[in-house]
């Protein structure tokens, strides 16, 4: 996900969420450390990735999870668009990584 864009609004939900101590001078240097280390994820209810789908346009997207961020990615603008909070939603519950995912079916 190196050469991957970072949208403006991505950048901004990056900044505004993540913990403002360890951005540094560089937010969008952070951002890249951070999302290099994330791993992607799906989310378990079929419910809820439809509506995902349609929030996002019909769009295909991919989401990758680190630090308690979910980043966006839509491959046809090769794009993060978007940081969101974990929030209420578990790891191993309300979404798994794709590799964990991948074993279970």
């Known amino acids: ?7 403006k609004h991505a950048l901004e939900r ?12 560089d937010p969008e ?12 994820v799906q989310y378990t209810s079929q419910g809820h990735n439809l509506w995902r789908l349609l929030n ?5 997207a991919r989401y990758f999870y680190h630090s308690g961020l ?8 090769n794009a993060i668009v978007t940081v969101e909070h974990q929030l209420h ?11 964990e995912a991948e074993s279970i079916h």
Do not use: H, P
């Open 56 to 60: 996002n346009g019909c769009r295909d």
């Open 70 to 77: 979910i980043f966006v990615y839509v491959s046809e603008f």
């Open 89 to 99: 939603r578990k790891l191993g519950v309300d979404f798994v990584v794709v590799e």
């Open 14 to 25: 990056f900044i505004e969420r993540y913990d403002s101590r360890c951005i540094g001078k």
């Open 1 to 7: 996900m190196e050469n991957v864009m970072i949208s």
């Open 29 to 40: 240097a952070t951002f890249r450390k951070i999302l290099a280390k994330a791993k992607e």
